[in-house]
T-cell receptor, first 113, second 109 residues
């Protein structure tokens, strides 16, 4: 069974803080993704990675960066958190190539005060 | 870039009634995937359609991909309270999946 885990279910941070969201998958997947989910806006892709140390911008990368030092781990970094980054953050992974299903983690609900 | 419109945004049904959600694109799609997200949960993959006119069934769920590969639908027959959740369609643009806005289904027992 594929497992994608995220470091926290709930997180509260202050404006200006640096925030790290961690995601780990145990199925040796090449692709990993970070989305944010907001009511009425669906899931929007922030960044994805198709290999270690490789990253591609998604639809809304502004204000975020990512790190993939190991195949199983993909980190999302908010360099200086702002209130408009309050959201649900979902990590996902999939096998290499296209047309593969994505497996999602449980999500991290981040609140920035 | 390519986008899909998903309608309706919300649907209330009485338990036992049928439900359909539609996913529409102005351009030809390479594929369609459908995901279900239960309240408080995360999206879970249901199915993928790739061929023009393809129809697939999973128990009470029927998935269709249009002949022109520009639209898709998910139909649930005789809804149950366990069907509650948000249903998303998504398609591949390269390595990325682009999601529709989702249809939230609520079922009254």
């Amino acid at each position: 069974d594929v497992k994608v885990t995220q470091s926290s279910r709930y997180l509260v941070k202050r404006t200006g803080e640096k925030v790290f969201l961690e995601c780990v998958q145990d199925m040796d997947h090449e692709n990993m993704f970070w989305y944010r989910q907001d009511p009425g806006l669906g899931l929007r892709l922030i960044y994805f990675s198709y290999d270690v140390k490789m990253k591609e911008k998604g639809d809304i990368p502004e204000g975020y960066s990512v790190s993939r030092e190991k195949k199983e781990r993909f980190s999302l970094i908010l360099e200086s958190a702002s209130t408009n980054q309050t959201s649900m953050y979902l990590c996902a992974s999939s096998l290499a190539g296209v047309l593969n299903e994505q497996f999602f983690g449980p999500g991290t609900r981040l609140t920035v005060l | 870039g390519q986008q899909v419109m998903q309608i309706p945004q919300y649907q209330h049904v009485q338990e036992g009634e049928d439900f359909t959600t539609y996913c529409n694109s102005s351009t030809t799609l390479s594929n369609i995937q459908w995901y279900k997200q239960r309240p408080g949960g995360h999206p879970v993959f249901l199915i993928q359609l790739v061929k023009s006119g393809e129809v697939k069934k999973q128990k009470r769920l029927t998935f269709q991909f249009g002949e022109a590969k520009k639209n898709s639908s998910l139909h649930i027959t005789a809804t149950q309270t366990t069907d509650v959740g948000t249903y998303f369609c998504a398609f591949n643009a390269g390595n990325m999946l682009t999601f529709g806005g989702g249809t939230r289904l609520m079922v009254k027992p």
